[in-house]
């Protein structure tokens, strides 16, 4: 089975994005196969770099059940990591197929959470090509991705998002031209996830202060 997709690769020590969009499948070894109909470069605007320091290969690809755990609601400790996250990826899907996977940074706390299972964000001048936006408007379902860049651990959410066109509530936000308003469903946290750790080097230019 094929479906329309359109992944994101990036490198976040040159602060270079590339997309690629067409359909993707699994492959006879259980990888995901994406069939390039188009390939374009996005800014590197809101991207904070950091360069690969090393690995932990003891943790890779191996996650015991143990090290995840799983809620329904963000727990202290969670919603701490969020508020001082500087970078997150974001999937959604526009209805009936089409899956797409973004960028979002600014400088900590540009992520604000309201409660134990609501964050917003703002929404800042980019591509405009509101890949994300649009699918959103049309299909409120998605996923958040927070990486612990230190310590490879994940935080994964899903659940709605909500485009916020209220120029008052944006105005909250510096640099802010909308705010995207997220409810947690579930939220899901492995620890080691990830074998690369990475040094932080500086933030974005563009950030918004």
Not at 98 to 104: C, F, K, N, V
Not at 115 to 120: C, M
Not at 192 to 197: K, M, Q
Request: aromatic content about 10%.
């Amino acid at each position: 089975m094929r479906v329309t997709n359109d992944p994101l690769v990036i490198d976040l020590e040159t602060r270079e994005r590339m997309r690629l969009d067409g359909p993707a499948e699994v492959g006879p070894d259980g990888g995901i196969l994406v069939h390039a109909r188009e390939v374009y470069f996005n800014c590197p605007k809101y991207i904070q770099a950091r360069r690969v320091a090393g690995t932990d290969p003891g943790k890779a690809n191996v996650v015991e059940a143990a090290e995840v755990t799983r809620a329904d609601v963000l727990a202290p400790g969670q919603r701490a990591w969020i508020a001082a996250a500087d970078t997150f990826f974001i999937a959604s899907a526009a209805p009936g197929g089409g899956a797409d996977a973004s960028h979002r940074g600014g400088n900590p706390g540009f992520v604000r959470v309201r409660d134990a299972a609501t964050l917003e964000w703002p929404d800042y001048s980019g591509n405009m090509m509101f890949n994300t936006l649009g699918n959103i408007t049309s299909n409120p379902n998605a996923g958040l991705l927070f990486l612990d860049f230190d310590r490879g651990d994940t935080l994964q959410l899903t659940g709605q998002a909500t485009v916020v066109w209220d120029p008052e509530r944006a105005a909250h936000f510096p640099g802010a031209q909308r705010v995207v308003e997220f409810r947690v469903e579930q939220a899901v946290q492995v620890a080691h996830a990830v074998p690369l750790r990475f040094r932080f080097l500086q933030y974005s230019r563009f950030n918004p202060v």
